[in-house]
Structure formats: C-alpha cells, structure tokens
C-alpha cells in the first residue's frame, strides 16, 4: 500500500524549525536563515507532486532541498568565490561565525567556527535539522558508521573547545 505524502499546509508547519535550525547552523545571520528557509518551501511547494514519501521521509526531503539551496547561496555570493578558500563562507572563522540573533551562543558559534565544513555540516542537519544518523547518512552518502564517527569526534571537540575556553571559565568562576 502506497504511503500518503502529508499535506503541505501541516508538512510546513511540522518542519519549518528543522529546516531553519539547520539553516542556522550554517549561515551567519537570523535574516539568511529565514531567506533561505522561506526558499527552501517555495521550492518544496514547486516540487510537492514529485515527493515521494516510499523514497525518502519528508523532512529529509526538505532539508536535501535547503543543502541544495545553501550551496546555491554560497556559490552565488561574489565575495565568497574570489576570496581564498579559508576566508569563504563555507569555511568561516571565528570572526564570520554566525551572529547572536540565531540562539546560538557566541562561544558556541566561535567553536563550531573552528570545526571543518563536515564536521559543521554534520552537527547543523544532527541539531539543527533533527535529523537521524540514517538520515543523515542517506543525505550526505555517507555510512552510518562513518556519520557517527564524525558527530561523535565533532561533539568532543567542541566539548573541549568549550570547556578551554579562559573568557568561559572565568566568567563561571564569577558566578560561584
């Protein structure tokens, strides 16, 4: 028995905060989130009569589309392609970390600003989007094993980058 796609209507409101979660993860203001995940559902819409709920569940689907439209938005932003590739977007520093207005804290965005492209990638679809680890190893053609292997050393650096940070530990040691 074939399985009924979701109406669109219910499908956005079920999904809207994974697919901008993820966006946020990755970008680096509240303003290109939203753009994006505004994008993302007026391709979504567009393609609605070719999802196919037996290949895919609707949520992968959907956050396949905002990768896609995230590679487009770095490829299309002029600044990024004629600088090096350490100062493109897909590889931001610290400094072009994604700002507060994300809820992202400013020593957790400074942190994952340090993680490889992967690595960052991995943890936006993981937290940001909700996505499984099957899931994410379906969408990024990865094995499951190697998904976890990633997430799992990803999670530890940033643990540690955390738990180094001076300006961190001296503000705790202000608060007890």
Do not use: K
């Amino acid at each position: 028995m074939r399985q009924r796609p979701p109406d669109f209507a219910e499908l956005y409101d079920e999904q809207v905060y994974s697919v901008y979660g993820f966006l946020a993860y990755r970008v680096r203001t509240r303003e290109e989130a939203e753009d994006l995940t505004q994008l993302t559902f007026e391709r979504a819409v567009r393609a609605w009569s070719r999802f196919d709920p037996e290949r895919a569940s609707a949520r992968t689907w959907l956050l396949a589309i905002a990768r896609n439209l995230l590679i487009d938005h770095y490829r299309a932003d002029r600044t990024a392609a004629h600088a090096p590739l350490e100062e493109a977007p897909e590889w931001a520093t610290v400094a072009d970390g994604p700002d507060e207005s994300l809820g992202l804290s400013p020593e957790l965005a400074a942190a994952l600003g340090r993680l490889g492209h992967r690595e960052r990638e991995l943890i936006a679809l993981r937290y940001g989007g909700d996505l499984t680890g099957p899931e994410i190893a379906e969408l990024c053609g990865l094995t499951l094993t190697n998904v976890q292997q990633i997430l799992s050393r990803s999670l530890r650096r940033l643990r540690a980058e955390l738990e180094s940070d001076p300006e961190r530990r001296q503000a705790e040691q202000h608060r007890t």
